[in-house]
């Protein structure tokens, strides 16, 4: 998969893409990312990319030329076997609700560009000028889009086959419905050593060997648990 980012701060991602998962995910060929600064693609000498809103109000909005110019440019651009036209994402509170199952979906594509805004918002006709899907992670406002594509390419990229090794893809078969299957279940609870902590055991039956009544056990956990907090879950 090739991910192409948008942002005003490219800086802040490096770190975060090239650690744990993402960054044997990339080792291992599966996801390659690309960043891209909006402020490269700007053409005035003080390389502005916001303006103040026509009409008034506070904040700033992103201008459209520098944003134009950026994605046409990114569509030209074709890495190794990607030869495909990106599947465009717009980060923005105005979103469709970002969930398990839309992860599962994008994780298919060959290759999404994340677009994140800063400041108040975008030119209206940034929107008109493309197709996008606007995705946002939740009912609160951030102040851009970087910590949004982040959550989204922590979601998809878990999702690749291999991505996350064989031991937990065996182990994920038999649970695929607390792994993002609908109904997703929350997970169960987990138990590391020592058996005993401070007067508190772990159960019995992780204890016994059994790996059917596991199986089990943890199932009755999990539907229990999204029972108890997540109601709506079950009703999806
Ligand atoms: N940009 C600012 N807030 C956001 C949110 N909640 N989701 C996606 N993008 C955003």
């Known amino acids: 998969m090739h991910i192409d980012i948008l942002t005003l701060f490219p800086e802040v991602f490096p770190a975060f893409l090239g650690h744990s998962i993402l960054g044997i995910a990339q080792e291992k060929g599966l996801v390659e990312f690309h960043l891209w600064n909006i402020r490269d693609f700007t053409q005035d000498k003080h390389k502005k990319v916001d303006d103040r809103p026509f009409g008034g109000g506070p904040g700033m909005v992103l201008r459209p030329e520098p944003v134009f110019r950026a994605i046409e440019e990114v569509e030209k651009e074709v890495s190794g076997t990607v030869t495909v036209p990106p599947r465009k994402i717009l980060l923005c509170p105005q979103g469709a609700r970002f969930n398990q199952s839309m992860a599962r979906e994008l994780a298919r594509e060959p290759r999404l560009m994340l677009l994140c805004g800063h400041y108040e918002g975008f030119d209206e006709r940034i929107r008109q000028g493309f197709d996008f899907l606007e995705v946002s992670i939740g009912d609160y406002v951030l102040s851009g889009g970087e910590v949004p594509a982040m959550v989204i390419i922590d979601a998809l990229v878990r999702l690749i086959p291999g991505a996350l090794g064989d031991e ?69």
Request: no cysteine; charged share 35%.
């Open 168 to 236: 937990f893809s065996t182990v994920s078969e038999s649970f695929s419905e607390m792994l993002g299957e609908p109904p997703v279940l929350l997970e169960y609870p987990q138990y590391t050593r020592p058996r005993e902590f401070r007067g508190m055991s772990v159960p019995e039956v992780l204890l016994s060997g059994d790996h059917e009544k596991i199986r089990k056990w943890r199932l009755e956990q999990a539907r229990l648990r999204t029972r108890q907090r997540r109601p709506d879950l079950l009703k999806e």
